[in-house]
């Protein structure tokens, strides 16, 4: 029989304590190299940050306009007012730090592979390898289906910390107030009707967690923590780690370094999902995570989809003779299945360019 033990990844956690060299699985090809610049620029202006209380109470024209450069021209923005306790935003990053932190036997409860060897999208653990030439993320991540909450995997949560899963919860509760209030500011600003993407997202809509522990890295120079991609979900709310950065965005062919998270914002990204429902008017942008040489990384992303069997597809009141509909439509649980394909092979362009009409 074959061996296919590269089909399942060390803990990067576990490599970075006991290795002085990434293994070549992790090293960026040469070709890759070309024009990667690791270091990144510095942005232009600061990222777009919008005031969501104020957005979302009266639609205040500045927002509003904000909001829509914003989502014309980077495909992302932070949210500041936006209703959710430090505290609890607080809660939720210690926690998955601690998480983090157990021992490698403990979080393994939680694995993300049946019987040892089998992949599956939850639990704890590293990205579905497909490849044996597939160049793979210094990371390790805890992904977890939040909604509907009735089809929670509560073996893959865990138990330790203690408040991890009521931590969860609570975030989770708070999140989708937040994803609500953006889905309804964002039509108005096409002159749609404010619930027309809410409704998008029926009760077998899915949403997940994803905790990101990005290790120290001894060639930063060489190894991503996430490769370029562009996010497959209508939204994603961010928390980042208020200490050290490494998320950058790309525009115009140049990525740009995203400071690391300050006063509790959140950082909201548009994904291939929203940018089909507007015909291209709100783009995903490609974004990448960069390692550190000294420290250590936390991110926790929520990823708010539609049904897996909803057919995605240019809302018809965007569409017009003079604006006919730009992508074909799909149902969203094969179009994911080609947004994996496409990314995990480190594909180039946005998957979002082929799918154009």
């Not at 989770?172 to 609500?180: T, V, Y």
């Amino acid at each position: 029989m074959a061996d296919e033990s590269w089909r399942l990844p060390n803990s990067v956690q576990q490599l970075a304590a006991n290795m002085q060299e990434p293994p070549s699985q992790y090293l960026l090809r040469e070709q890759e190299l070309l024009g990667a610049n690791l270091a990144g620029a510095e942005m232009p202006e600061p990222v777009p940050t919008i005031d969501l209380g104020l957005l979302s109470a009266s639609n205040d024209p500045e927002e509003a306009a904000k909001l829509r450069s914003a989502l014309q021209t980077w495909g992302f923005f932070q949210v500041s007012n936006h209703g959710m306790e430090a505290s609890m935003m607080d809660s939720v990053f210690t926690a998955s730090r601690e998480f983090f932190q157990l021992p490698l036997e403990e979080k393994k409860k939680c694995s993300n592979l049946i019987d040892g060897k089998h992949f599956q999208v939850e639990g704890y653990g590293n990205d579905q390898v497909r490849t044996q030439d597939q160049r793979l993320d210094w990371s390790d991540r805890l992904h977890l289906r939040v909604e509907p909450e009735g089809g929670r995997n509560l073996d893959h949560w865990p138990t330790h910390p203690k408040s991890f899963r009521d931590d969860l919860h609570e975030y989770a509760l708070k999140c989708k107030g937040i994803r609500d209030d953006i889905l309804r500011a964002m039509p108005k600003i096409l002159k749609l009707d404010a619930d027309c993407l809410v409704n998008q997202f029926n009760s077998n809509a899915p949403t997940f967690a994803r905790f990101n522990h990005f290790p120290p890295c001894p060639r930063p120079d060489l190894v991503l923590g996430i490769k370029p991609h562009a996010d497959f979900p209508a939204l994603t709310v961010l928390l980042m780690d208020n200490d050290v950065a490494g998320l950058q965005y790309l525009r115009d062919g140049t990525w740009y370094n995203v400071p690391a998270a300050c006063d509790h914002t959140l950082l909201i990204n548009i994904g291939l999902t929203m940018e089909i429902m507007t015909n291209g008017i709100f783009t995903g942008p490609m974004h990448r995570v960069v390692t550190n040489a000294d420290k250590e990384r936390i991110s926790v992303a929520m990823f708010y989809g539609v049904d897996p069997e909803q057919e995605i597809g240019p809302m018809a009141h965007l569409l017009s003779e003079e604006q006919p509909a730009q992508y074909r439509k799909m149902k969203a649980k094969d179009l994911l299945v080609l947004h994996h394909e496409h990314y995990a092979g480190g594909r180039g362009p946005r998957i979002a360019d082929t799918l154009k009409i």
